[in-house]
């Protein structure tokens, strides 16, 4: 049955990668999102960012071509009311043009809210309830930070199968 699975897609380095940047607070230390993936993975530095709150994308952007290929064939197949992303981004604007850009219409955008629970704890919150709303029993998800699929992968049961990519 198709509806019985979910797909989630990040944004950021998974679907684009941008120009934005975090930044180590105590430092002002700039990374990118691969720089606090590989360097600063479970670090306990308080980071800003600021610049993926902004109202567009920061320039340039670049299409990840192979999985915004892969985003509109899960639509095909599962429809797109069961292929959803999840970003830790609080702005849908840039997300909305992009999406809009690549003619990606029409699905359905999730983001954290808080600062004041980590945003992989949040997205995996987010799934829960998803899973329980739309009764899914498989659960695809496509993530550039471990941290966030180590969270998701907490809640594969036996009456549910959760897949998490690395990208």
Excluded: W
């Excluded at 180590?24 to 999102?33: G, I, Q």
């Amino acid at each position: 049955m198709r509806n019985s699975k979910l797909v989630v897609f990040d944004f950021d380095d998974c679907l684009v990668s941008t120009s934005a940047q975090i930044y180590v607070k105590a430092t002002r230390k700039p990374l990118t999102s691969q720089q606090l993936a590989n360097e600063f993975h479970g670090s306990e530095d308080e980071l800003d960012f600021s610049d993926f709150r902004k109202d567009k994308l920061i320039e340039p952007i670049f299409p990840n071509k192979r999985m915004i290929r892969f985003i509109k064939t899960c639509i095909e197949f599962y429809g797109k009311d069961n292929v959803v992303i999840l970003t830790a981004r609080r702005n849908p604007n840039p997300i909305k043009q992009f999406l809009t850009m690549f003619k990606i219409l029409k699905i359905r955008i999730y983001f954290v809210q808080r600062n004041d629970i980590p945003s992989n704890i949040q997205k995996k919150t987010i799934v829960q309830k998803l899973v329980k709303v739309g009764k899914y029993k498989y659960v695809d998800v496509y993530d550039d930070d471990q941290d966030n699929l180590d969270a998701i992968s907490e809640l594969h049961s036996k009456t549910l199968i959760i897949k998490t990519f690395k990208v």
